[in-house]
């Protein structure tokens, strides 16, 4: 399945290594294809196949880092 473009609003990163901290552990997950973590505009800009995993998924991997997430528009 192809993937589609998934914008998060994350609070609570503090330098670049929670933004890179957060790319690498989506990366990990099956059917991430892409990940650009913003810390400054407090954004993670997903592409996700979502025949593997949804948006809800990729929340709960960015709270389980210890971040707060939500889905954008
Ligand atoms: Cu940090």
């Given amino acids: ?3 589609t473009t998934h914008t998060f609003r994350v ?3 503090h330098c670049g290594s929670c ?3 957060i ?3 989506l990366e ?4 991430v294809r892409s990940t650009q973590t913003a810390l400054k505009q407090k954004r993670t800009t997903v592409e996700l196949d979502l025949s593997q995993n949804s948006p809800q998924d990729v929340v709960k991997v960015i709270e389980e880092l210890g971040y707060r ?3 954008l528009p």
């Fill in 1 to 3: 399945m192809p993937a």
């Fill in 19 to 21: 933004s890179l901290l």
């Fill in 69 to 71: 997430a939500s889905p």
């Fill in 28 to 31: 990990d997950l099956p059917g």
């Fill in 23 to 25: 790319d690498d552990a």
């Fill in 11 to 13: 609070e609570g990163m």
